[in-house]
């Protein structure tokens, strides 16, 4: 492996105000160069909009940027998020992939709204558009108005009391499914990596059962390392990327200066000599 593939500061998962971050593309670009991060990409939830700020930011400082982006998709019911890496903005398969789940955005905050107008709340919906504005519409939005509103305390409250996934039971199978996307979107640059697995609620045996399905159809690798993880997590998945002869990504999933960890750039460090890297043949960088 070149040496200068395994040393460089890579985060490629992030969010910024075109999705449910709190900084522009260009102010995430200008957080990574701080965090002397050499390679980077921006991943919000379903939609390609902040990548051209992004990018040319990112040109400016003469950080190599990657185009990304975080879908949302589902298997066996359970909502997963996927990381698309390093496709041309003009894809076909993933625009039409993001169009679809743009509107499956605005008829889930429907249904969200609905189901906590049953729990005795106010109809959030026109307030959550309004907040979202051109940004993707999503919980966190649900979630600020929660807090706002003094419902809740913060948005952890917010999920746990009300937008998590075991709350939001009813709104089970929104999302494609994950053979679907991935069947559509495999191919020779674009590489497509299973988010933060360790954030499901999945036993070990489920996961490799996951991960088997995962390789089947076309994906890449999986996220070993999302922000804070424990380093037993880390070298589980180590182990599961080898065994699935898949490859490894990392990122710090950013979404803002929220908490003590989090922070463009950083997470918890990996065995980078021991797993295949996403980006270790991506001719771009
Ligand atoms: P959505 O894309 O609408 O399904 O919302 C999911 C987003 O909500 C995630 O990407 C996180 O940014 C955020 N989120 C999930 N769980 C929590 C939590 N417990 N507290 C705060 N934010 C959360
Ligand atoms: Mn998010
Ligand atoms: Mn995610
Ligand atoms: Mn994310």
Redesign the pocket.
Known sequence: MPEAARYRKVDLHTHSTCS?GHFSPAELVDLAVEQSVSLFALTD?DTLDGLPEARLRAAEHGLSFINGVEL?TQWNGIPLHMVALNFSADNPALLSIVEGNQAIRLDRARRIADLLVKQGLPDLFDEAVALAGNSQL???HF?SLLVEKCFVKD??KA??RYL?NKKLGQLRDVWPELEQVLSALADEDMALVLAHPKRYPLTVTKLKRLLSDFKKWGGTGIEIVSGNERPDSVRLLERLTREFDLKASVGSDY?GPFGPWMQVGKFTQIHEGEVDLVWQTWSSI
């Open positions: 449910d939830h949302s999503g919980r966190p979630a948005a952890n999920f746990d998590g979404h």
